[in-house]
């Protein structure tokens, strides 16, 4: 049975309240969620955080779900505005109301050899390191990108979702998502050039 109709005869029976059915969809889709809501926010903790409303919110609305789209683009539609409405809650809390540690926040800081000898012991330390400063440069370029732009470059770059499955987790048209995409590359590009 192909995935859309698979999903489809489980969200009719989570809605009917088929408990079973709605684990089944969230073994599925939890990582991928994550993993795209983890690059969005860049902060583990409130990715599981954001991860489990989205899942919780899907698990209220399965009435409202139409078919429409496939059950992917639904649970990655509500994940995706989940964690813009959380970066646009962080950007709008006063400097001092932090409530997670970062660096220099007196969070223990490890070293980037440290953390190489333990991932990659018998790496080249000197490509391991270039390695790591690269990670951290599109790291940090992909989080100066709006919340759009960043969803946009996560969900095609990362989940390799089309342009017609983007627009419609964005809810808004092809169109938007190619310049949104384009906008979002150019500016990736101009930060990362020392790199490409």
Known sequence: MPSENLDWDLVQRAAAGDHDAFRELVEEYQKRVLGVVTGMLHDREAALEVTQETFIKAYRSLGGFKGDASFYTWIYRIAVNLAIDHRRREWRRPMGDSVRPGPGDGAPA????????????????F???????????V????DELTPDHRAVILLREVEG????EISQVM???????MSRLHYARQKLQAQLKEFV
Request: glycine share 2%; with cysteine.
């Open 161 to 164: 979702l089309s342009y017609e």
């Open 139 to 142: 790291r940090q370029a992909v």
């Open 110 to 125: 490890e070293s980037i050899l440290d953390r190489l000898r333990d991932e990659h012991p018998s790496a080249d330390p």
């Open 127 to 137: 490509q391991a390191t270039k390695d790591a400063e690269l990670r951290e440069r």
């Open 171 to 177: 809810q808004c048209s092809k169109g938007t998502v």
